[in-house]
């Protein structure tokens, strides 16, 4: 089994409003554009998808999103991509942004992990738990 790795930094995101292609879709429901500009040890562009749904019980709410992210991961150059699930309620948030299996690419390839983010004072920062299958090149 390959380590497990770290990699951490910081990143910019950028949120667009996009149109919700099925017009029958509740006011609740909406859908955007993502863009960042990752930094550290990930270096790195993405860009993705998501699709959100708040309810009327405040703190209530979920998103899903893909995003397909390319650039530099401690040396090793490619793309992947990322499948997220935010589940909040009443407040209490989970969210789980995973590596999806076999997106990996170039030196990339073989990339398994898990992609946590952290949202401190308006500033969002990452710490990317990773194995790669060739850990070794």
Not at 68 to 97: I, P, W
Request: glycine fraction near 12%.
């Amino acid at each position: 089994m390959p380590a497990t790795h770290h990699a951490i930094g910081a990143f910019d995101i950028k949120i667009t409003p996009l149109t919700l292609e099925n017009k029958s879709f509740p006011e609740t429901m909406g859908r955007y554009g993502l863009t960042k500009e990752i930094h550290g040890d990930l270096e790195a562009t993405s860009i993705g998808e998501m699709l959100t749904s708040k309810t009327a019980t405040p703190g209530s709410q979920a998103y899903v999103a893909i995003e397909y992210v390319t650039g530099t991961l401690n040396g090793r150059k490619g793309s992947f991509v990322l499948q997220h699930r935010g589940v909040m309620a009443r407040g209490n948030f989970e969210l789980l942004v995973t590596v999806v299996p076999d997106s990996g690419t170039g030196e990339l390839t073989g990339l398994a992990g898990t992609f946590t983010i952290n949202i401190a004072d308006g500033k969002h920062s990452y710490d990317f738990a990773y194995t790669l299958a060739d850990a070794a090149k």
